[in-house]
């Protein structure tokens, strides 16, 4: 049922040379088809009004003092196809009633007309338009979509690992998506999975340590009725249902050991066996696994099978994190920007050049989520249209993540050495500064007297990199 | 040359349509009966068929529907002796190419079954 609401926010214009024809279908019409009303007996009122005011339904009459209705008709299915153009005439022939039609009219009417027929079709009419409207919006959204990828970029990073997703994608080979948080592990699945001859289906996602071991066993490999208490009915487990599809573990290296020894047949046998039954049910599904932790390391300390790593391993991809694609950042900034300028229904927001500057400086350790949380709250928050870097440095990043073995030195290597030196300093400060806070809860005395400062000397420098105490609490 | 198929309840009028359009080099046939047409679209490709309304055991819209179900590129035009702003919307919302008026002129037939025929080619 549409909203009411909804309905009345339709839009019908009406074109006649008739002034009580037009005051009397107005009348009748917004009351019966609930709906806004626009009245001209001007061909070019009416064009304006169908650019400007885009209404839903056109209802018009052909014999018009400036030029004919037919004319408007044409000048409608050409502007807008979505709009429903009704026709009506007094003087009604066949052959204008077809040439009418076969233009692209919807109906049409020949005076005197039944109002309650009338506006049964101008309810019709403002249902086609608005299914139309519809349909021609989620075609788009699915055109969005379904583009080969959702990175964005263009540093030689970025594109190089694309480069490889894609080529990946031709192949059924399991693929070991590795790269840091906030990199985008999974769009890169994604990107696999659209490349390759498994695309029309849905691939599916499993977030492996969200889910208890005994639970994630069940939901991997489905289950028989009895297996255990309260499996009531069969179920097919994940692999099942990306049948013909991929299935992406997405950090891996957190599953348990004895669930790593059934992956492991998954992928030599490429079978699985639901709990709770014998048989053994063949599978054809592409396996992509995602992890931002040192699997060698793992296996080192035996939390990690070596034959599930090579398994996995058989082809990987690591992912630029966001300092190896700098480049990229402006860009970034502009599409974040444009997004949720968008969602928060906010105009022409810009960003200072002395903000790109900032961005760029800045250490993510999020990376590309991190920071695109920062533009998100910026764009929110900002008061101004033009964001400068006090509104990010507003945001209550905990600075206490930036450590020293962070620092990057290769692009430090790139800056002059004043800026560079200014960066290591500004990162070291934080750092030293917001592990001291951690360690005391945010107590500024007790982190002053460790540091062997004053309180005020403390205050100074934390107020100088925008260190907020209670962000430590 | 098109293969046409004409459809009128009264033989002479098949006759007359069926001989300018074979004169123009036409492969044509002609029907007085609905259900003959119906099977002969369903073994023979046809580019056009030209369909009176008043039929004697169906309308001629109904035939038009059950045409474009079997063959859905087939182009369709209506020729009545009995026009209405009903029946024209409703042949042609059901896909009709045109819907044209008995008596009809020879010229007028020509050259509408060759606006017709240039729009088959197109979708070739």
Redo the contacts between chains.
């Keep these: 049922m549409i909203n009411k609401t909804i309905r009345k926010n339709r839009k019908l214009l009406i074109v006649d040379d008739e002034r009580d024809i037009l005051v009397l279908l107005k009348k009748v019409l917004s009351k019966k088809c609930v709906c806004n009303v626009a009245i001209t007996e001007s061909i070019k009122e009416a064009q304006e009004l169908i650019n400007t005011w885009k209404p839903e339904v056109v209802l018009t009459d052909i014999v018009l003092p400036e030029s004919d209705g037919l004319q408007l008709l044409d000048y409608v299915t050409k502007t807008d196809p979505t709009i429903s153009c009704i026709v009506m005439t007094g003087y009604?022939t066949?052959?204008m009633?077809?040439n009418a039609?076969?233009i692209g009219a919807y109906?049409?009417f020949?005076k005197p007309f039944d109002n309650d027929k009338i506006s049964r079709v101008v309810k019709r009419a403002l249902e086609r338009t608005r299914l139309l409207r519809e349909n021609h919006h989620l075609r788009q959204k699915i055109l969005t979509n379904c583009k080969k990828t959702t990175f964005i970029g263009e540093s030689q990073a970025l594109q190089q690992a694309i480069d490889h997703l894609v080529r990946f994608g031709q192949s059924d080979a399991t693929v070991l998506i590795r790269g840091q948080s906030g990199t985008g592990k999974e769009i890169a699945a994604q990107t696999i999975h659209l490349a390759s001859k498994r695309a029309d289906r849905k691939m599916v996602t499993v977030n492996c340590p969200a889910l208890p071991e005994h639970i994630l066993e069940s939901e991997l490999f489905g289950y028989c009725k009895g297996a255990f208490t309260g499996a009531d009915l069969d179920k097919n487990g994940l692999f099942l249902e990306a049948e013909g599809s991929t299935i992406l573990l997405d950090e891996i290296g957190d599953i348990p050991i004895s669930l790593q020894t059934k992956l492991l047949r998954v992928l030599q046998e490429k079978e699985i066996q639901p709990l709770g039954q014998t048989k053994t049910l063949k599978i054809d599904v592409r396996v992509l696994a995602s992890t931002n932790q040192n699997l060698e390391e793992k296996i080192t300390c035996g939390s990690f099978r070596e034959d599930l790593y090579y398994r996995l391993n058989v082809m990987s991809v690591v992912l630029p994190s966001l300092c190896e694609m700098k480049e990229d950042i402006p860009l970034l900034a502009y599409h974040f920007l444009k997004k949720y300028e968008a969602e928060y229904q906010r105009n022409n927001m810009s960003l200072s050049t002395e903000t790109i500057n900032y961005l760029i400086n800045r250490h993510w350790p999020g990376n590309v989520r991190e920071f695109q949380n920062c533009l998100n709250r910026a764009v929110l928050l900002a008061p101004n249209d033009v964001l400068t870097p006090k509104n990010f440095l507003e945001d209550p990043t905990p600075y206490s993540t930036h450590t020293l073995s962070t620092y990057n030195s290769s692009s430090l290597h790139n800056l002059p050495y004043k800026d560079a030196k200014l960066q290591l300093l500004s990162d070291f400060t934080i750092s030293y500064l917001g592990t001291l806070l951690q360690e005391q809860n945010g107590n500024v005395s007790a982190a002053a007297r460790k540091s062997g400062m004053g309180r005020q000397a403390f205050q100074r420098l934390m107020r100088k990199y925008y260190l907020q105490s209670e962000s430590f609490r | 040359m098109a293969r046409i198929i004409i459809l009128d309840d009264v033989k002479d009028a098949c006759m007359l349509v069926g001989k300018i359009l074979t004169k123009q080099g036409h492969d044509t046939t002609a029907f007085t009966d609905e259900e003959d047409v119906v099977d002969f679209v369903k073994d023979n490709p046809v580019d056009l068929a030209i369909l009176d309304i008043k039929l004697k055991k169906m309308s001629g819209i109904e035939v038009l529907a059950i045409l474009k179900q079997i063959q859905p590129t087939i182009q369709v035009i209506m020729l009545t002796g009995y026009?209405?702003?009903e029946t024209?919307?409703d042949a042609?919302?059901k896909g009709a190419s045109?819907?044209c008026?008995k008596p009809i002129d020879r010229d007028e037939l020509i050259e509408k079954v060759s606006q017709v025929l240039i729009k088959v080619k197109k979708n070739e």
Aim: proline share 5%; no cysteine.
């Design positions: 009604g066949i052959e009633a077809v039609l076969k109906d049409f020949e | 026009p209405s702003i024209a919307r042609l919302s045109d819907y008026v």
